[in-house]
């Protein structure tokens, strides 16, 4: 594939264009952005090599749609207008039921491979583009066999030279769990930070108090508010579900400072540090 269009030069479009065009030198990357300065900035970093538009999708080998979910399930079906027979179109987004629906009787399904790179930092922007930020990763794929099976084939063959492992699971089933792994996280991040700001309104005392622990648990409070609204928006039903059960558990830990039980946090503590064993099967 040397004809790689990147729809939204973000941080997860562009790093994947560094990595393919380290991969493949022959690959010829275009950006396609609603933000003219994204696309400059693109250029600058050599992250892209032109900019383009929806027009010049017949030539496209491989379209990455890497732009808020929203916009996604708006833009999905024009790609799939524009493209020719041959071309694989997959997305990145957060959210997996939206965007399949939307196009499950588009004539041009098969050429759709849904896709979510469990990947990323808590910066955005074509700046924010960076080399293997996939190696090791795990790609979920949902509806695979929704997909031309050659397409399937130049997919994973994508993905394996950008070092990721892959996952398939149902639309349905990835946003309920990524809820619970991906956006019950960063709610907690972005509320730790909105409490800590509320209350202490000199931000030299929380700098110079900020330690290790507090920088890395507030790290995803500087995510990019344009991605993630749309993301709780379109999975609202799963997060509500995953907030009620994380406010449960607060309340009752809250309960057990009140009651002065503190052999009992000792054990909910001690139990919940089997995650480290989870965590390092993970990695």
Not at 108 to 121: E, V, Y
Request: charged share 25%; glycine share 4%.
């Amino acid at each position: 594939m040397n004809n790689i269009y990147i729809i939204g030069v973000g941080l997860i479009g562009g790093s994947m264009a560094l990595d393919i065009k380290s991969n493949n030198k022959q690959a010829k990357i275009f950006g396609i952005d609603i933000n003219d300065s994204h696309l400059d900035q693109a250029l600058e970093c050599n992250v892209i090599d032109e900019k383009a538009t929806y027009d010049d999708l017949k030539e496209a080998d491989l379209v990455v749609l890497s732009i808020p979910v929203d916009k996604a399930v708006l833009e999905l079906p024009k790609v799939l207008d524009a493209i020719s027979e041959t071309t694989l179109v997959i997305d990145v987004g957060s959210t997996k039921h939206p965007v399949c629906k939307v196009i499950e009787n588009h004539n041009m399904r098969r050429n759709f491979l849904a896709t979510h790179p469990i990947a990323g930092t808590e910066f955005s922007g074509p700046k924010a583009a960076i080399h293997q930020l996939f190696q090791k990763k795990t790609n979920i794929i949902c509806e695979v066999e929704k997909t031309a099976f050659k397409l399937q084939e130049k997919a994973l063959q994508l993905f394996s030279d950008l070092g990721m492992r892959i996952r398939y699971m149902n639309p349905e089933a990835h946003d309920k769990h990524i809820a619970y792994m991906s956006h019950l996280s960063h709610i907690s991040s972005f509320m730790l930070g909105k409490t800590v700001i509320e209350k202490e309104k000199n931000e030299c005392d929380i700098f110079d108090m900020a330690g290790s622990g507090f920088e890395s648990t507030v790290r995803l409070a500087k995510s990019s508010p344009e991605m993630w609204t749309p993301i709780f928006k379109q999975n609202k039903e799963n997060v509500i579900e995953t907030l009620d059960e994380y406010i449960n558990n607060l309340k009752q830990f809250k309960s057990l400072m009140e009651s002065d039980d503190f052999d009992e946090i000792y054990n909910e503590m001690q139990n919940t540090n089997h995650i480290k064993d989870i965590l390092k099967g993970i990695a």
